[in-house]
């Protein structure tokens, strides 16, 4: 692989959780013209309040990435039912397999080993052995993670820690939830920025790393 990653694939458990996780690192990578694809596995319709539409989240997600740069072509939706991914393991490990072959891509971003959730842990897990031969990190989603290494850093600029805000901006369904907040996003980063003397930055876990 390029020590400077040309094609990236983010593994999103929830609509939310990569725009989450890595927000500013996708609207870097989109920037600088790498190939960014973005792959979710549940919609999370039955996560919404009954007034509003079951795509909600679809939508929001379609508009999200768009808003950091990313083709709608490069935007896999599956529809997996959410809390329920422990009992499709295998078809998810299929399906890893096959974006895998279709995408080949030489970094992928899922969430972190540490991470509670069960379908954050099933995407992490099937994700290190669908990609056993790609460089891989862990993204941050602090309210998940009981512990995390903080060992690898992407520097952000202020515009493309402000293309994250926008993109999350989009989630107007969630827009009640403490993480979905302006403020932590913009703390998050400013303290993980400190970490990389930087302004502003994202942590991973490196798990494999190819060169």
Known sequence: MHVQPQKILVLAPHTDDGELGCGGSIAKFCADGKEVYYAAFCL??????????????????????????IPPANLILFNYEVRELPQSRQQILEELLQLNKRINPDLVLLPAASDIHQDHQVI?????????????????LPWNNYSFRTNFFIRLSEGELNKKVDSL???QSQSHRNYM???????????????????????????????
């Open 44 to 69: 999370c319709s039955k996560s919404l309040p009954a007034m509003l539409p079951a795509n909600t989240l679809e939508l929001e997600c379609r508009k999200a990435t768009a808003t950091l740069g």
């Open 124 to 140: 992490h897990q099937e994700g290190m052995r669908a990609f056993k031969n790609v460089t891989f990190a862990g993204y941050e």
């Open 169 to 171: 901006k989009s989630y």
């Open 181 to 211: 907040q302006e403020d932590f996003t913009r703390s998050l980063a400013k303290v993980r920025g400190v970490q990389a003397n930087a302004e502003y930055a994202e942590a991973f876990e490196i798990y494999k790393w190819i060169v």
